[in-house]
């Protein structure tokens, strides 16, 4: 009650944050939606963090097809080789700095793209050269 717009007229940050706890509370209390936060929680804890570009399926084309040559890594955020990997990708992406093109799909987040390149939840880490 707080924030409530009646309780604060003309207090526009008032009403940001009142929509915000809104809408916490609409995912909160319904079982289903709560179970999705909860999910997506959890993998956006086990998020794989990259100083690489992140390619998608809408900056391919723009990225990857530009002419350059492109090292791009195939994972999945939720792989324990993956995870194990991480490390060594940055390593090799930083020695690549300035030689060549280097980028990453996640899989779990961009299917068709990733299985384009090679990749498929029983192959990650994988590694393509375009």
Not at 76 to 100: K, M, T
């Amino acid at each position: 009650m707080k924030w409530h717009p009646d309780k604060n007229p003309n207090c526009e940050e008032c009403q940001l944050k009142f929509q915000r706890v809104a809408r916490a509370y609409e995912v909160l209390s319904d079982p289903m939606k709560r179970k999705i936060y909860d999910k997506e929680q959890k993998l956006m804890e086990s998020a794989i963090k990259s100083n690489t570009v992140s390619i998608t399926t809408s900056n391919y084309h723009e990225l990857v097809k530009s002419g350059d040559i492109w090292l791009i890594q195939v994972y999945v955020d939720w792989n324990e080789f993956c995870q194990h990997y991480a490390p060594v990708w940055e390593e090799v992406a930083s020695r690549l700095d300035g030689v060549i093109s280097v980028g990453r799909v996640n899989l779990g987040r961009d299917k068709g793209l990733g299985s384009r390149l090679m990749g498929s939840k029983d192959t990650v880490p994988s590694i393509a050269i375009w």
